[in-house]
Nanobody
Framework: QVQLVESGGGLVQAGGSLRLSCAASGRTFSNYIMGWFRQAPGKEREFVGTISWSGGRTYYADSVKGRFTISRDNAKNTVALQMNSLKPEDTAVYYC??????????????????WGQGTQVTVSS
């Protein structure tokens, strides 16, 4: 079992920045690929990005590429999502998730084993 807890959400104006954090506890954190997803009201859960076990590789959705950055600290069992140049369409509940796979480019939320409770990000225009 892995427990995930997100933090750092809030209200920000368009063009601003937010940094989300996800703290993990339980099994060995470095065994898991970590992903970020988001879900806006009335929409399906959407892939945002992933980071490999060591943190050396990342993969992003086209909609956030160049604006969002994922990092992880395996010594502290944390993964972060730095969001810059935020847009109103980035408004959603953001979730971190963990999975074990051969590929760090897993975009299907059904392949993820563990999820946090989510944190709300609201971007005003």
């Amino acid at each position: 079992q892995v427990q995930l807890v997100e933090s750092g959400g809030g209200l920000v104006q368009a063009g601003g920045s937010l940094r989300l954090s996800c703290a993990a506890s339980g099994r060995t954190f470095s065994n898991y690929i970590m992903g970020w997803f988001r879900q806006a009201p009335g929409k399906e859960r959407e892939f945002v990005g992933t980071i490999s076990w060591s943190g050396g590789r990342t993969y992003y959705a086209d909609s956030v590429k160049g604006r969002f950055t994922i990092s992880r600290d395996n010594a502290k069992n944390t993964v972060a999502l730095q969001m810059n140049s935020l847009k109103p369409e980035d408004t959603a509940v953001y979730y971190c998730a963990a999975e074990t796979s051969f590929s760090y480019r897993e975009t299907d939320p059904r392949e993820y084993d563990y999820w946090g409770q989510g944190t709300q990000v609201t971007v005003s225009s």
